[in-house]
Each structure stands twice: as structure tokens, then as C-alpha cells.
């Protein structure tokens, strides 16, 4: 059952602390870390941003996390990938869908270990804890092995720019029909060139204004 309270509460507490997005790629720009969508810097970049926005919430909006719920819930997900954990949000939506749905795992990775902290406690407090697995570090390593045989559906919802090498990871693994959601893809244009090419194999359109929603052909 779709519990709409407890969400209630996180987003509240996540309005209250998280900026902007404009001012996240400002961040971007900043350190040299985002360029024009192309450039994408060294890991030390990312450790440098990451350890700046440790106290950021990041979450997706409400409609987000309510599609994701809509789509895990209608196409009986099972197995499901996220990169981008932060303070767990998003992860209880999956994984709540999960849990209404019979049972499945959901593989989350984050780079903040405090953050990691966190949203095991949330996903603790939601009941939700054997349907997550988090994996800690750079989403680069820690989602290249020991991966689903398939994959229903992912969430991107981490550095912008690592979409499409995000994405890579998981292509053989994603099922016919499997889900692609990319959070603030405006930021990432490469993946969504990428997703959005008639030879890539996959359906795709916008959702929301910064949401890019794809399913995998086949």
C-alpha cells in the first residue's frame, strides 16, 4: 500500500535544505566539471563537488517520485537500479513499490558516505530495508559488477554528466521494455542525444520538464 505521509515528511525536510538546481550546475561550472554537456572532469572533480554538497537533499520532485512508484507498481518490477541515492527519497519510492508488488531488490549507489548514513536510516524507519542494497562509491565502480542478469527499470539521478557511462553499464542487462527515468536530463544532452536517436533503441520523451522518460525496445 502507497503510503503517502512518510513521503510527506522527507520532502518537507528536503525543501527546507536543498537548492536549487541552477545553483547545483553553477557548482559544475565552477569546479570544471560540467562544460557546454560534454566535458566531464577528473574523479578528483567529483570528490571535490560531492564533498561540497554532502548536506544537499538532491531529491527528485513529488511527481517524480510518484511516477517512479506508478511505473515499478504497473510493470511488476523486480529488479531496479539506482544511481544517485542521496538522502534515500527516491529509494523509498522503489522501494516501496517493491514491497507492494510481491518482493525484489533494489541496488542504489552513492558516493557521500554521510549521506549513505542517512538513507539507510530512512529506508529503516519506511520498513523497506530487504528490498535495498547500497553500495557505496563511485557509481563507475560500484555498478559494473554483480548486477541483475536483467533489469526492469533504473533511476539516474547522480552527476549529470556520467548518464550516458551510467547508462553503458546496464544496456545488455535491460529487458525489452525495461525503464530508463533520468532526473534533470536537460543537464546531461549527451545521454539525452544518446536515448533520443532513432538507431539507439529506445523509445523516449520528456516528463515533467527535466525528466527524461525512455523504454528499451526490443
Known amino acids: 500500500m502507497f503510503l503517502q505521509d512518510p513521503y ?6 528536503a525543501t527546507a535544505f536543498h537548492p536549487s538546481v541552477s545553483f547545483l ?3 559544475y561550472f565552477k569546479m570544471g566539471i560540467f562544460s557546454g554537456g560534454t ?34 507498481r504497473a510493470m511488476r518490477a523486480q529488479h531496479i537500479v539506482e ?6 527519497i527516491s529509494t523509498i519510492h522503489l522501494a516501496a513499490a517493491l514491497r507492494d508488488n510481491g518482493g525484489g531488490k533494489l541496488i542504489t549507489t552513492e ?5 549513505i548514513v542517512c538513507a539507510r536510516q530512512h529506508v529503516e524507519e519506511a520498513g523497506l530495508a530487504d ?4 553500495r557505496e562509491g563511485d557509481a563507475l565502480s560500484t555498478l559494473a ?17 556520467l ?36 538507431t539507439a533503441g529506445y523509445l523516449s520523451l520528456p516528463f515533467d520538464g527535466d525528466v527524461e522518460l525512455s523504454m528499451k525496445l526490443g
Open 111 to 115: 558516493f557521500e558516505p554521510s549521506k
Open 83 to 88: 544511481f544517485g541515492t542521496s538522502f534515500g
Open 145 to 161: 559488477t554483480n548486477l541483475p542478469e536483467t533489469i526492469d527499470l533504473v533511476l539516474l539521478d547522480g552527476a549529470k554528466p
Open 131 to 134: 528490498f535495498v542494497e547500497i
Open 8 to 13: 510527506d515528511l522527507l520532502f518537507r525536510k
Open 163 to 198: 548518464y550516458p557511462d551510467i547508462l553503458a553499464l546496464q544496456e545488455s542487462r535491460l529487458r525489452p521494455g525495461a525503464m530508463i527515468v533520468a532526473d534533470n536530463a536537460d543537464y546531461s544532452p549527451d545521454y539525452r542525444a544518446r536515448v533520443r536517436s532513432p
Open 39 to 72: 566535458s566531464v572532469g577528473s574523479r578528483a572533480d567529483y570528490v571535490q563537488f560531492y564533498g561540497l554538497a554532502k548536506d544537499l537533499w538532491l531529491p527528485v520532485s513529488r511527481e517524480t517520485g510518484t511516477l517512479l512508484y506508478m511505473l515499478a
Open 25 to 27: 550546475i553553477g557548482l
